[in-house]
């Protein structure tokens, strides 16, 4: 079993940066690829980003390309998403997401562990 915990969430003007943290309970988390997700009001989750269990290997969103940073430290058993050049429509629920197995890591159904979501709101 593995609990996630995010963390970073707030409110922030269109232009700047938040830096979103997801603690992990276990001793197996640097087994584990984990993923962001998001959810706006009124749309499905979708997928934000994903990192290996190493962390050699990432993937991202087409739409966050560029802007956003998945990065974890096995150490702290946690890991991150920066978020730079923050746009209004990046406005949603942030869930972070965990898996042993990595299949379709684009999808929701590729994820076993979920966390509770961190809401981020960015305002124009």
């Known amino acids: 079993q593995v609990q996630l915990v995010e963390s970073g969430g707030g409110l922030v003007q269109a232009g700047g940066s938040l830096r979103l943290s997801c603690a992990a309970s276990?001793?197996?988390?640097?087994?584990?690829?984990m993923g962001w997700f998001r959810q706006a009001p009124g749309k499905e989750r979708e997928f934000v980003a994903a990192?290996?269990?190493?962390?050699?290997?990432?993937f991202y969103a087409d739409s966050v390309k560029g802007r956003l940073t998945i990065s974890r430290d096995n150490t702290k058993n946690t890991v991150y998403l920066q978020m730079n050049s923050l746009k209004p429509e990046a406005t949603a629920v942030y869930y972070c997401?965990?898996?042993?197995?990595?299949?379709?890591?684009?999808?929701?159904?590729?994820?076993?562990?979920w966390g509770q979501g961190i809401q981020v709101t960015v305002s124009s």
């Open positions: 997401a965990a898996t042993a197995v990595i299949g379709n890591i684009y999808s929701l159904g590729g994820y076993a562990y």
């Open positions: 990192i290996t269990w190493s962390g050699v290997s990432t």
């Open positions: 276990g001793r197996t988390f640097s087994t584990y690829a």
